[in-house]
T-cell receptor, first 113, second 112 residues
C-alpha cells in the first residue's frame, strides 16, 4: 500500500497561469478530501467526494478553483488564473468509512510568483 | 461552524518528560475526535481517535475527552526527539458528515 499519492510534490507557476494538482487515494477508500495549508490559516477544508460524487465544496473559492473525481483512482484540483495568495501546501486525504480516519498524502507545495 | 483552538502554540520539553497539548472546541455536537501529527514537509498521520468521554491510549499517546467542558487533550509519555512535529486536533463538524475541522496546531520540540 503506497498510501495517498500526490503529484507533483512541488509546483511553481506564474501569476495568471493554471495549476492542476493530482491525488491518487488509497485503493478501496470511498472518500477523498482536499485541504489547503498555510502558516496563517492553518488547515482549511476545500472539498470532498464520496464514491466519486461531490458532497461538499463549501471551502472552495468559487471563481477559480474546481475539483473533479473522474474515477475512483484519482482526483484533481484545478486552479485557474493562479494568484500569489494561492501559494500553499495542498493536501489530499482519503478515508475508508464515513467518519473514519483520514490518510493524508505528503501534499503539493504550490508557489505562485 | 465548529471552531477549534489549540494551546499552547508551541511547546518545548525534554526527552522523557510528559508533553501535554490541549484543544477546545466551540460546541458539543461533535462525536468524533482525533489527534494528528505532521512532521516537517510531510502529510498528517493519525495518532489517536476518541469518540466518547474519558481516556483512549495508543502506545505512548493518550487522549482525554470531556465534552461537557468542550475539551480534548493529548498526553505524550516519554517523548523522543523524533516526536518533534506539529500536532493537530481534529473533529467532525456533525455526526453525519465525513468532513472535519482542524485546530491551528501545536509545534512540539523535544530536546535530547
Amino acid at each position: 500500500n503506497a498510501g495517498v499519492i500526490q503529484t507533483p510534490r512541488h509546483k511553481v507557476t506564474g501569476k495568471g497561469q493554471e495549476a492542476t494538482l493530482w491525488c491518487e487515494p488509497i485503493s478501496g477508500h470511498s472518500a477523498v478530501f482536499w485541504y489547503r495549508q498555510t502558516i496563517v490559516q492553518g488547515l482549511e477544508f476545500l472539498t470532498y467526494f464520496r464514491n466519486q460524487a461531490p458532497i461538499d465544496d463549501s471551502g472552495m473559492p468559487k471563481e477559480r478553483f474546481s475539483a473533479q473525481m473522474p474515477n475512483q483512482s484519482h482526483s484533481t484540483l484545478k486552479i485557474q488564473s493562479t494568484q500569489p495568495q494561492d501559494s500553499a501546501v495542498y493536501l489530499c486525504a482519503s478515508s475508508l468509512d464515513p467518519g473514519g480516519d483520514y490518510t493524508f498524502g505528503s501534499g503539493t507545495r504550490l508557489l505562485v510568483i | 461552524q465548529q471552531k477549534v483552538q489549540q494551546s499552547p502554540e508551541s511547546l518545548t520539553v525534554s526527552e522523557g518528560a510528559m508533553a501535554s497539548l490541549n484543544c477546545t472546541f466551540s460546541d458539543g455536537t461533535s462525536d468524533n475526535f482525533r489527534w494528528y501529527r505532521q512532521h516537517s514537509g510531510k502529510g498528517l498521520e493519525v495518532l489517536v481517535s476518541i469518540f466518547s468521554d474519558g481516556e483512549k491510549e495508543e502506545g505512548r499517546f493518550t487522549a482525554h475527552l470531556n465534552r461537557a467542558s468542550l475539551h480534548v487533550s493529548l498526553h505524550i509519555r516519554e517523548p523522543q526527539p523524533s516526536d518533534s512535529a506539529v500536532y493537530l486536533c481534529a473533529m467532525s463538524i456533525t455526526s453525519n458528515t465525513d468532513k472535519v475541522v482542524f485546530g491551528t496546531g501545536t509545534r512540539l520540540q523535544v530536546s535530547p
